[in-house]
């Protein structure tokens, strides 16, 4: 059957699939642990022996391995070949007990759709929410990239990739303006429920048998897009992306972007119909959208793409979120690659679409990459006068420096000349842009020095005082956020600061606190007081976990040298 692109075939019969019911499963699908292995929610909040060597006598909190939801040999062996490598023994437990985290708990369904056996699904939770998030799951998956090879088997790293984008895609045909999602019928698992959000109002509406939770972000578009590109980047496995619905999932990405590049106000004054529109009743602002769930308004014609969330599922005070529309731009462009790959494929294979309609999906992708980069430098970069660090040492010279006009990247914009600075710890962030290769497609370019506006733009960040959420204490000096509060540094935060630095320094400090701020649990919490490591906020967090295991896959390649140090 020839698989079609949104907009060449009727709505009806995009509509014509059945749906689906929970079926068995095939021998080579992922089966789950016996019921009495302990709910890892529960277990992540206790200690466990054997205890780490080193003074924080960190806990090995790994489930038994019958307990493990799905086992990687190639990820195994990397962790017992490591061992060799991280002389410090909390940094090594730290390692073993985070870097497979996701494949040991949070791969909670690895089958195949019920209309079509050859459809791979992959139904990943973030951790201690039942729920699959856009975002989430591309990043838990990223973890495992340097890993990820050509395979068709059913029991690989490839075949989680190949699950995760067939059910990103049916996710976004279905509601894609929503970020996070139920488990899909097919695996005899029951919905969530969100008490959080038993009192919204969204439009579009969606249905909550399906939906976990409607806020739009556009990171969670972007995401869909990352994980695309990466897992074709790594296999070249062209004719995948000719199967199943991913071709409709892109066009509805596209369609979506474009729809919230809707401004607040036409040229006449009058006020535009939006997209998309939220409501909460809540305690909390970060939770809810102004004006009735418009948000603050846009201005007209500045090329950007509205998010009216953060990726911290924060509401943007401001909806030109730049990261996001970064992340976006980014990726778009290397979709537009594969899209062109399948529509240059062999004619007559029952999988290729028709080349015209895939060509121009293609040039809309692309064009629309390269008018976001244009438009990020036109809008996203603002002139500040330089402010010197409270603990800078001041000379001739730097006060001569805090004469010159800084340009640095918002983190988010209205279009109308507000904005605000700082950044967010959450990905993807200003921080992380290098690490989503925005400034170079080579991923061996060197990390802060890639661009000028965002060197300051780090600095910035990182700064005393020039960063609303930079949290700085005893324990932990690290971006954070609304969602934590301030005085509550993520680790995530602290994980990006290394793999964005070439400053040895920097890194064996910032590790160092990584190290002794996991309140003797080894594992990576969503947030830390700055100031009370005792102090923290989610006791399973699987992509904080997966991304500090992919930090120490980067050090052993940047710089294996700060791996034999002590962290103690």
């Known amino acids: ?3 079609p692109i949104l907009g060449l075939l009727p709505h009806t019969a995009r509509q014509s699939l059945p749906e689906p019911q929970p079926q068995p499963q095939p021998q080579a699908a992922q089966v789950q642990p016996p019921s009495s292995c302990p709910d890892y929610s529960t277990y992540a909040k206790t200690r466990h022996p054997p205890y780490s060597s080193g003074r924080h006598a960190l806990s090995y909190q790994r489930p038994s391995p019958s307990c493990r ?26 390692f073993q007990n985070t870097y497979p985290n996701t494949l040991d708990t949070a791969i909670k369904w690895h089958g195949v759709a019920a209309h079509n056996s050859a459809e791979e699904l992959t139904f ?31 029991d690989s790293l490839a075949s989680l990739y190949r699950g995760v984008i067939n059910l990103q895609s049916r996710y976004l045909l279905t509601s894609p303006y929503c970020n996070s999602f139920q488990p899909p019928p097919e695996s005899g698992i029951p919905p969530a429920t969100n008490s959080a959000a038993s009192s919204d109002t969204v439009f579009p509406p969606y249905d909550p048998a399906k939906v976990f ?38 066009q509805i990405v596209l369609d979506t972007a474009q729809k919230m590049m809707t401004s607040t106000y036409g040229p006449d004054g009058k006020v535009l119909d939006s997209p998309y529109t939220f409501t ?19 201005a007209r014609d500045t090329g950007l793409i509205r998010s009216a969330f953060r990726p911290s599922d924060d509401s943007t005070i401001f909806q030109f979120l730049i990261p996001s529309n970064m992340m976006f731009a980014k990726y778009a462009g290397d979709v537009a690659s594969i899209v062109h790959a399948v529509a240059s494929s062999t004619p007559g294979a029952e999988e290729v679409p028709p080349p015209a309609a895939g060509f121009k999906l293609s040039n809309d992708l692309s064009n629309l990459s390269s008018s976001l980069r244009a438009a990020i430098a036109k809008h996203g970069i603002v002139t500040l006068p330089t402010t010197l660090d409270s603990n800078t040492t001041t000379t001739a010279e730097t006060h001569a420096a805090a004469d010159v006009d800084q ?10 000349g507000s904005f605000s600075l700082g950044d967010d710890a959450n990905m993807p962030s200003l921080l992380s842009a290098p690490l989503f290769h925005y400034f170079s497609a080579s991923a061996s370019a060197s990390r802060s020095d890639v661009d000028p506006v965002y060197r300051t733009t780090r600095q910035r960040i990182l700064g005393n005082n020039t960063n609303p959420y930079m949290m700085r204490g005893p324990v932990l000096n690290a971006v954070g956020g609304p969602h934590a509060g301030p005085g509550m540094g993520w680790p995530m935060g602290s994980i990006v600061r290394i793999m964005t630095s070439e400053d040895d320094q920097e890194i064996f400090a910032t590790l160092k606190e990584l190290v002794a701020g996991t309140d003797g649990l080894g594992l990576m919490h969503e947030s830390v007081s700055s100031w009370d490591s005792r102090k923290w906020t989610r006791e399973w967090f699987s992509w904080a976990n997966g991304l500090f295991g992919q930090m120490i896959w980067d050090l052993w390649k940047r710089k294996p040298e700060l791996l034999k140090r002590s962290y103690q």
């Open 1 to 3: 059957m020839l698989t």
């Open 69 to 94: 939801i799905f086992n990687s040999s190639i990820i195994e062996s990397f962790i017992t070949n490591m061992s060799s490598v991280i002389t410090d023994p909390d940094l090594y437990r730290l």
């Open 124 to 154: 990943i939770i973030t951790g201690d929410i039942n729920a699959m998030w856009l975002r989430d799951s591309a990043n838990q998956l990223a973890s495992y990239l340097p890993f990820l090879t050509p395979d068709s088997s059913r």
């Open 213 to 250: 939770e409607c806020k739009y972000e556009l990171d969670s578009l972007a995401s869909f897009l990352q994980i695309s590109a990466q897992y074709h980047s790594a296999t070249n496995d062209t004719s995948f992306f000719g199967q199943f619905q991913w071709l409709d999932a892109v």
């Open 280 to 298: 909460r009743m809540t305690t909390r602002t970060t939770e809810t959208l102004a004006n009735d769930g418009l948000g603050s308004p846009v």
């Open 407 to 416: 340009k640095i990247y918002a983190y988010e914009i209205d279009g109308f």
